[in-house]
């Protein structure tokens, strides 16, 4: 299912937690890091709401608490002050995995995308953006850590 341009929430399906930005942040304009919350907060917040704005080609720009999604050092950051380059998404679904499950993957290079790795310790766990490994299968076979679900809020 293609997504339109809207409000969105995203959680992990691997840690079946909200995915947002950092609930402790500093007050300046560097890039904050985008993680997934961690369980039991209930509604997602402002700051935890996604913007999805769709282009042609099936790409897309999301915002993340006025920030936009990019891949810095390999981990998924929020930029406050000027999209980078590079910071468009391909989302694609993944319905074999659920309603409304996707992987998120950088337009530019789409061997990469959001990941959540296991043994990351309890709490905020930073979404890195790397190869995602594919299950040599028809379609294609992600890891739970790379599935994440996309709803309108």
Known sequence: MTLKSGTYIISSKSEDSYVGRNSVEDKSLHPKRVVVLPQGIEAPKVRHLWEIEALPDEIYILRIGGGFAAEINKLLFAVLIERPEDAVWKIVPQPREGEHTYT?????????????????PEGEKQIAVHAIPVGLSLPPVYPTGALFRIVPA
């Open 104 to 120: 998120i993957l950088l337009a530019g290079r789409p061997s990469d995308g959001w990941f959540v790795g296991p043994n990351i």
